[in-house]
């Protein structure tokens, strides 16, 4: 079954420092992977997507992530992380043969210490 | 401009009421979803809506009742509330079923019940 794996419940970086977010998933096809962000009481925000192509893509906010077809991870990057992003982060892969939906991982929570 | 707007934002109820959640887009998009989040924050879809046909119904209890008026409304209809559906429903839309551009969220609807 089709499922996304976030292996880190809560993260704790400092300002300035660089971060990353693991995501893992399981689909036998080419998956569609998303990246979202949601801060507290809010709703979510598209971070970036992957679709095909570079492996390698930018988002919003400075963020990037790659598709690493071989180890089935597509892991969330930033070099230096702001106040700011402290909120929780989920990974999704898009499953278009089901009606395009949306398999959530359980999301990691980022803690930002000044 | 809010592109997809939910009502209300909170919503307060007794156990075995009726309750409604609307949700609006304007985006243009032909198709429109429910995700459940619950109270360790995972996300799940209920269901979606192509330009009015049903095209996700997960399983859900037949309490949960979607409701597509039009393209660019899906509502949703709760009978006799239990505890247990306490969580944030989030509306959401997307240009196509078959598209892979993503969603766009709205900001949620935490359902207290007690």
């Known amino acids: 079954a089709q499922s996304v794996t976030q292996p880190d419940i809560h993260i704790t970086v400092s300002e300035g420092a660089s971060l990353e977010l693991r995501c893992n998933y399981s689909?036998?096809?080419?998956?569609?992977l998303f990246w979202y962000v949601q801060s507290p009481g809010q709703g979510l925000q598209l971070l970036l997507k992957?679709?095909?192509?570079?492996?390698l893509v930018q988002g919003i906010k400075g963020f990037e992530a790659e598709f690493k077809r071989s180890q089935s991870s597509f892991n969330l990057r930033k070099p230096s992380v702001h106040w700011s992003d402290a909120a929780e982060y989920f990974c999704a892969v898009g499953l278009m043969e089901y009606g395009n939906k949306l398999v959530f991982g359980a999301g990691t929570i980022l803690r930002v210490k000044s | 401009d809010t592109a997809v707007s939910q009502t209300p934002k909170y919503l307060v109820t007794q156990m075995g009421n009726d309750k409604s959640i609307k949700c609006e887009q304007n985006?243009?998009?032909?198709?429109m979803y429910w995700y459940k989040q619950d109270s360790k924050k995972f996300l799940k879809i209920m269901f979606s809506y192509n330009n009015k046909e049903l095209i996700i119904n997960e399983t859900v209890p037949n309490r949960f009742s979607p409701k597509s008026p039009d393209k660019a409304h899906l509502n949703l209809h709760i009978n006799s509330l239990e505890l247990g559906d306490s969580a944030v429903y989030f509306c959401?839309?997307?240009?196509?079923?078959?598209?892979?551009?993503?969603?766009?969220f709205g900001s949620g609807t935490r359902l207290t019940v007690v």
């Open positions: 992957y679709f095909s192509g570079d492996t």
């Open positions: 959401a839309s997307s240009a196509h079923y078959r598209d892979t551009y993503g969603y766009t």
């Open positions: 689909y036998g096809a080419t998956p569609y």
């Open positions: 985006l243009g998009h032909d198709t």
